[in-house]
T-cell receptor, first 111, second 112 residues
C-alpha cells in the first residue's frame, strides 16, 4: 500500500533562510504527488503537484519541489522564508483516485 | 464565493448525540470525500463517493455514515458521537480524470 512519510513534524527557520520540507513516498510506480498548505484556522490549499510532466515543479508563493524517482522523494523548498509562510504543510500521494497524506510538518519562521 | 462549503464551521455536542456535517460544492465535480484531521496524524479518509450511487468506505469509517443527496451535496453523520471523534473534518472534491482534490474550510467538532 502507498504511504507517505514527512520527516520532521516541526521545522523552524529564520526569515530569509532556505526552507526545506522533506517528503518520501513508497511505491514502485511513481504516483501523482502533491504539496498542500494549511494556514491557521483554514482549509488545505494546493501549493503544487507533480504529474510526470517535469521533475521540477513550481508552485505558488515561491515554493518548488523536485521529484527524484531514485530517492522516492518529493521535497519542498523555498529559497527565502517569509513570516507569512508559517503554516502546516502536507505531502500527499495520489493512489487509485484517492490521496494518501503524510502527517504534516509545521513550519515556524523566526524574525 | 467558495467553491466547497461546509456547515457548520464549528460544533460542540455531547456524547451519544447524533450530528450531521454538510458539504456542498459548486465546482461540478463528481467525486467527493470526507477526511478527519487530528494533530500529528495528518488527514485520514473516512468515506468517499464517485457519484450519487457509489459510496465507499475509507480508512476509518467505523462510527460514521454518509449520504450523497445530489452530485453537489455529501453529508457525514455521527450516529452516536463519542469524545474521540473530536477532530477537524474536511470535505474535498475531485473532477473525474483529474487527480487534484479541492478542500472545504473544515468543520471543527468537539464532543464532550
Amino acid at each position: 500500500a502507498q504511504s507517505v512519510t514527512q520527516l520532521g513534524s516541526h521545522v523552524s527557520v529564520s526569515e530569509g533562510a532556505l526552507v526545506l520540507l522533506r517528503c518520501n513516498y513508497s511505491s514502485s510506480v511513481p504516483p501523482y504527488l502533491f504539496w498542500y498548505v494549511q494556514y491557521p484556522n483554514q482549509g488545505l490549499q494546493l501549493l503544487l503537484k507533480y504529474t510526470s510532466a517535469a521533475t521540477l515543479v513550481k508552485g505558488i508563493n515561491g515554493f518548488e519541489a523536485e521529484f527524484k524517482k531514485s530517492e522516492t522523494s518529493f521535497h519542498l523548498t523555498k529559497p527565502s522564508a517569509h513570516m507569512s509562510d508559517a503554516a502546516e504543510y502536507f505531502c500527499a500521494a495520489g493512489s487509485q483516485g484517492n490521496l494518501i497524506f503524510g502527517k504534516g510538518t509545521k513550519l515556524s519562521v523566526k524574525p | 464565493d467558495a467553491d466547497v462549503t461546509q456547515t457548520p464551521r464549528n460544533r460542540i455536542t455531547k456524547t451519544g448525540k447524533r450530528i450531521m456535517l454538510e458539504c456542498s460544492q459548486t465546482k461540478g465535480h463528481d467525486r467527493m470525500y470526507w477526511y478527519r484531521q487530528d494533530p500529528g496524524l495528518g488527514l485520514r479518509l473516512i468515506y468517499y463517493s464517485f457519484d450519487v450511487k457509489d459510496i465507499n468506505k475509507g480508512e476509518i469509517s467505523d462510527g460514521y455514515s454518509v449520504s450523497r443527496q445530489a452530485q453537489a451535496k455529501f453529508s457525514l453523520s455521527l450516529e452516536s458521537a463519542i469524545p474521540n471523534q473530536t477532530a477537524l473534518y474536511f470535505c474535498a472534491t475531485r473532477d473525474r480524470g483529474q487527480e487534484t482534490q479541492y478542500f472545504g474550510p473544515g468543520t471543527r467538532l468537539l464532543v464532550l
